[in-house]
């Protein structure tokens, strides 16, 4: 029995109290003479509840503490503090438990970011981060992965997607990024992102794939800046999908 809630402690309690209370009175007709069961079995019924209702109450209350504790603790190790999407860790935890996922790395980082940061301010730009990071997790499907990998850099992954579908997908992000200014004290603040981009075949490795898709983007920022480059396969160079001046 999981124990989440205050009703989660209160059923706990009663059914703890119910077996006992049925554990009590059949020990009192295997034990005592049927002559003496109309004054043990009452007298054993009060003691029973008297002890173990509030007793389970304190220890499930202290069991939900120590689960609430468990998630918080989980939360902080696998979700990103500032932008609540996964953390590098748990990207690279969750990708080790499937060896040979197919689909598309997508390395996508904040144009001029520093910029941000020296005009208006680090906390402006942990809000910029944190809205991209929003806009990129409400974009894609349930079973990718949005991952703040370091910075103003995210990796995503979109699971089963080809290299077709992968680019169309991080063409779609780019311009969403494009479309979704932030107000900021009154200021609209335009942002846009580099995407790169590389296919994982199941037989490769995560990292393989996060290198390429690191070389595309360096390939994007270098071509000016908020566009998408897919590392072709069998290609090493990689081209670009689109781009918004």
Known sequence: MKIESKWDVVLFSLVVTVTSMVCAVTLNYLIFPAEYLSRTVPGTMVIVTLVTIPTCLFVGS??????????????????????????????????????????????????????????????????????????????????????????EEFVVFLADADHTGGAAMAERLRALVAESPIDEAGTTLSVTVSIGGSLKEATDHIETAIQRADDALYRAKNGGRNQVHMHPIGNPRPVAVGETS
């Open 62 to 151: 202290k069991i939900r503490e120590n689960v609430h504790l468990s998630q918080e603790l989980r939360r902080l190790v696998e979700r990103d503090r500032l932008t609540d999407v996964a953390t590098r860790d748990f990207f690279f935890n969750r990708m080790a438990k499937v060896p040979d996922a197919y689909g598309i790395s997508l390395m996508v980082d904040i144009d001029f970011f520093k910029r941000v940061n020296d005009t208006y301010g680090h906390l402006t730009g942990d809000r910029v981060i944190t809205h991209v990071a929003s806009l990129l997790r409400g974009a894609v499907r349930p079973g990718d992965i949005v991952c703040r990998f370091g910075g």
